[in-house]
C-alpha cells in the first residue's frame, strides 16, 4: 500500500485571511505532497507494504531508517494538522470548554499555554494540545518531524492522546508574517475545527 496525499478539508482560500490561499496551497501541494513521495519511497526501499503508521511505525519508530521516521513524522502530523482547521466561526462545545477549564483554569489559560508551548518551540517543530491517560489536557512541543505518539516522545512523557496540532515550521507562516510567529499562533486560533477536537476526544 502507498499512502496518498488527503484532499483539504476546505477549499485553499477558506482560511483567509488567518491563513492565506498561497501559503495553504504551497504547504499541501508542496510540502505535504513531497512528504508524501519520500514517505512512499523509503518504504518501498525498506519492502515496507500495507502499513499503519499510528500502530506499527510510531510506536517503534526508533528502530526505523531515518528517511522513514522523518518522512511518516510529516505525512502524518501534516494530515492531522488539515483536520485540526475549520474556517472561522467555530467555538469550542460545552464539553470540551469544560475540559479547557479544568486543565487551564479557563479558554484563556488555555490560548496563553498554547500561545507560549508554541511560540517557545525553538526551530522547527509542532504545539500540541494533548489529552493525558489520566483524562487532563496539556500542551506540549515536538521538534522536527515528531509527534506524541512515537516511541521516543511517550517513552519520556508517556503516552497521550492529541487533539489539536500548530505547524510552526517557518514554511507554515513565512509568506504571510515573515519572522512574527506570535501573530501566526494568534490566527491559527481563530481557525482551529474545535468539533473534530471534540471527536478526537472520545
Ligand atoms: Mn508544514
Redesign the pocket.
Known sequence: MTFTLPDLPFETDALEPFMDKETVEI?HTK?HAGYTTKLNAALEAEGINDVNLETEIFPQIMQMPRAIQTNAGQFWN?SFFWESLAPTGQEPSESVMNKLTESFGGYDGFVSEFTEKAGGVFGSGWAWLCKKQDGSLCVVQTLNHLNPLMDSFTKEHGVMTPLLVI?V?E??YYLKYQNRRPEFIAAFLKIVNWEKVEQRLG
Open positions: 504547504h510540502h501534516h505547524d515550521w514554511h507554515a
